[in-house]
């Protein structure tokens, strides 16, 4: 079975830094998939901050940010693991969300952040605070 399970969100200080994770499990295999991370803060819109592409399509592993994170973002992935990191240093308040991740087949594109995913993780909640 199809899954994806986030992990790594905390609590954190303003200015601290944190690694959340990505398994992905049954026939999501990151030779094939993108993925992608997205968050969601209570009231707001959801946003895609960072993915990178599969690695049929991209063998460079590309990767794409959003300005809000851009700079201080780091996505990778370990395809014989099955699982993507997204790292954020420099924590602000405002990067407080519930984040996803999800998966998109995509033989031969780059990696999206936004459009249509086949496969969603359950989320995993991030709030920095003092």
């Known amino acids: 079975q199809a899954q994806l399970v986030e992990s790594g969100g905390g609590l954190v200080q303003p200015g601290g830094s944190l690694r959340l994770s990505c398994v992905a499990s049954?026939?999501?295999?990151?030779?094939?998939?993108?993925i992608s991370w997205f968050r969601q803060a209570p009231g707001k819109e959801r946003e895609g901050v960072a993915c990178i592409s599969s690695s049929i399509s991209h063998s460079d592993g590309h990767t794409d940010y959003a300005d809000s994170v851009k700079g201080r973002s780091s996505i990778s992935k370990d395809d014989a693991k099955g699982e993507v990191y997204l790292q954020i240093t420099n924590l602000k308040v405002e990067d407080t969300a519930v984040y996803y991740c999800?998966?998109?087949?995509?033989?031969?594109?780059?990696?999206?952040?936004?459009?249509?995913?086949?496969?969603w993780g359950q989320g995993t909640q991030v709030t920095v605070s003092s």
């Open positions: 999800a998966a998109d087949l995509a033989l031969s594109r780059a990696c999206q952040l936004s459009g249509e995913f086949g496969f």
């Open positions: 049954g026939s999501i295999t990151l030779d094939y998939y993108a």
